[in-house]
């Protein structure tokens, strides 16, 4: 919170020594951390690590930053475990698996305060040992579109199943599509250090009926994304109803059958389910 990622990347680099076990503890996949990693290393124009196959050796630059930064990420820990402390007493906090688009996890969490819901936000990599925390915790709750996790101290429950929607610019829609041939513009996602997962997330979804997807990322919210669309410069693909919230002119949606998307809430066994989780239900019901 009150450190850099940056910073926080490197300090577990260097405790772990191994770029799997590091994005493990993050909850983040490889990819965004060896890049953060890169990009420190190209600013200050010095090797952090030798990488020997899996095994992070710290050079002697490492080890120098290592010893100035580690006092001041304890002290940011301590603050933000303090400030967790005093919040997670009446707030809920909802944890959102980085299957979803940050796009809509953005616009979930605006209604979700427009509703009056008192709650703290993250988008993260969910994984078994974060469902375990669960077993401990009567406030977290956690939100993915992976349902392959579960254990004894964790309810699951599916909230909705969609399908796919691809949304092309009206021009476009030769009626080739059915045979695999997507025009030549590229598919618009937010971007964030997740895209590249969600990236070959739809690739491998999508590999049966189109084999020539290109993507592009931007900063643009949803309905800008859907206007770019309409003026014939790129392509959106959305949950089926999230694509039913935009309805503007130039714009065609083609449902991509047999490609079903389904979101998960995982909660403390022992926990309930209050109003604020029943209200952030149904806002996913528009969306999924």
């Known amino acids: ?19 799997n076990k590091a994005a493990e503890e993050l909850c983040i996949t490889r990819s965004p951390l060896i890049k953060t990693i890169s990009d420190i290393e190209y600013s200050i124009g010095e090797k952090l690590f030798i990488r020997n196959y899996n095994v992070l050796e710290p050079t002697e630059i490492a080890g120098m930053l290592y010893g100035k930064l580690m006092p001041l990420y304890d002290m940011s820990k301590a603050i933000e ?10 707030r809920l906090q909802f944890i959102f698996d980085i299957s979803f688009p940050l796009g809509l996890v953005k616009q979930i969490i605006s209604i979700m305060k427009i509703e009056g819901i008192n709650f703290t936000s993250q988008r993260q990599l969910v994984n078994e040992s974060c469902i375990k925390e669960l077993s401990g915790s009567s406030t977290k709750v956690f939100l993915s579109l992976r349902g392959n996790i579960s254990n004894d ?54 590999r049966e009926k189109y084999s020539n997807l290109q993507f592009k990322t931007c900063e643009m919210d949803i309905m800008s994304m859907v206007i770019a669309v309409s003026k014939g410069h790129a392509m959106l693909i959305l949950p089926e109803n999230s694509a039913l919230n935009y309805h503007v002119s130039g ?19 022992k926990g309930e389910v209050t109003n604020s989780i029943n209200k952030v239900l149904s806002i996913f019901k528009t969306f999924f």
């Not at 475990?81 to 009446?90: A, I, T, V």
Request: proline share 3%; aromatic share 10%.
């Open 153 to 206: 101290h964790t309810n699951r429950h599916k909230i909705t199943e969609s399908n796919l929607c691809l949304l092309l610019p009206t021009k476009m829609n030769t009626g080739e599509l059915v045979n695999g041939s997507l025009p030549d513009i590229p598919i618009l996602m937010y971007a964030c250090e997740f895209s590249e997962d969600i990236q070959k997330w739809l690739t491998y979804a999508l």
């Open 251 to 269: 714009v065609d949606k083609i449902v991509i059958k047999n490609v079903l998307i389904t979101s998960y809430i995982y909660h403390n066994a």
């Open 81 to 90: 475990r303090d400030l967790k402390n005093e919040l997670s007493s009446s």
């Open 1 to 19: 919170m009150f450190m850099s990622k940056k910073v926080k990347y490197f300090i577990h680099c260097m405790k772990f020594g191994n770029f």
